[in-house]
């Protein structure tokens, strides 16, 4: 569910696509397109695969604005429970600074990601759920 981008774009409140930049599938190192939307404004982000691990983790950096999305897997039961965390490990980057002060709303912005995650998370257990019936 994870490493299938429709799948990210089709859960993401935001997230519009993600297409590969360069050869050779899902690993770190690949770089992905990623578009975004909020209300009428639209971006562009790169982002890097910097890890995954089968069925336990999936990490990227947006380089664009500093921030490192992170997917964890663990085994609960009979199922699976998923993390999704965001983090700016070195601060934002100038351009996302600017760029989310003046058409995202600013610090608005940072928190509506925040509580986008649990949305994200609630349309991936759902097509999940889809997906094994």
Do not use: C
């Not at 569910?1 to 770190?28: H, Q, W």
């Not at 971006?43 to 983790?57: D, G, L």
């Amino acid at each position: 569910m994870l490493t299938d981008f429709s799948n990210m774009v089709a859960a993401s409140p935001e997230l519009i696509a993600m297409a590969p930049i360069k050869r050779g599938g899902l690993r770190p190192g690949q770089w992905y397109l990623g578009l975004n939307r909020r209300g009428v404004v639209a971006w562009p982000t790169r982002n890097v695969i910097s890890e995954v691990t089968p069925q336990r983790r999936l990490v990227w950096d947006t380089t664009t604005s500093g921030a490192r999305w992170t997917y964890e897997l663990v085994a609960e039961g009979a199922g699976t429970r998923v993390t999704e965390t965001r983090t700016v490990p070195n601060g934002l980057t100038r351009t996302t600074r600017l760029f989310g002060g003046l058409f995202l709303g600013g610090d608005k912005h940072a928190d509506q990601l925040e509580s986008d995650v649990s949305t994200t998370l609630t349309n991936l257990r759902r097509l999940a759920e889809e997906s094994a019936a």
